[in-house]
Nanobody
C-alpha cells in the first residue's frame, strides 16, 4: 500500500482545511487508516483513525472540530478540519494498517504504511 497525503496549507485561526489521503492497493478499503501530526520538537501524535466500516476515533484535542471519513470506491480517506487553532500547526501524516484493535489505533508503531506528510500552518 502506498499513501499520498495532500491538502495542507496556511489558514487563519478559526478557518478550515480538508486533507486527503489517497491509497493504492485493492485491499485498502479493509485497512484502518489514521492521521497523525508532528509539530517541531514534539513527538508524532495521534489525531484520528477510521475503520473499514466507518467507525471513527478521535484525540480529545480535536474531537468536535475534526471529522475523518473514507470513500472506499476512491481509495481515499479525508480529514475535515474546522475551527483550526494555532496549536494544530504541524506536519500531518496519514497511515494505514490491515488490522488494529481499538487500543492500538493510537500508537504510531501500530501502522505499517505511511504517507509523506503535508504541512498545516494555522496563524493567530
Amino acid at each position: 500500500v502506498q499513501l499520498q497525503a495532500s491538502g495542507g496549507g496556511l489558514v487563519q485561526a478559526g478557518g478550515s482545511l480538508r486533507l486527503s489521503c489517497a491509497a493504492s492497493g485493492r485491499t485498502f478499503s479493509r485497512y484502518v487508516t489514521g492521521w497523525f501530526r508532528q509539530a517541531p520538537g514534539k513527538d508524532r501524535e495521534f489525531v484520528t483513525a477510521i475503520e473499514w466500516n466507518g467507525a471513527a476515533y478521535y484525540a480529545d484535542s480535536v474531537k468536535g472540530r475534526f471529522t475523518i471519513s473514507r470513500d472506499n470506491a476512491k481509495n481515499t480517506v479525508y480529514l475535515q478540519m474546522n475551527s483550526l487553532k494555532p496549536e494544530d500547526t504541524a506536519v500531518y501524516y496519514c497511515a494505514a494498517a490491515p488490522l488494529l484493535g481499538i487500543p492500538t489505533m493510537r500508537n504510531v508503531a501500530s501502522y505499517n504504511y505511511w504517507g509523506q506528510g503535508t504541512q498545516v500552518t494555522v496563524s493567530s
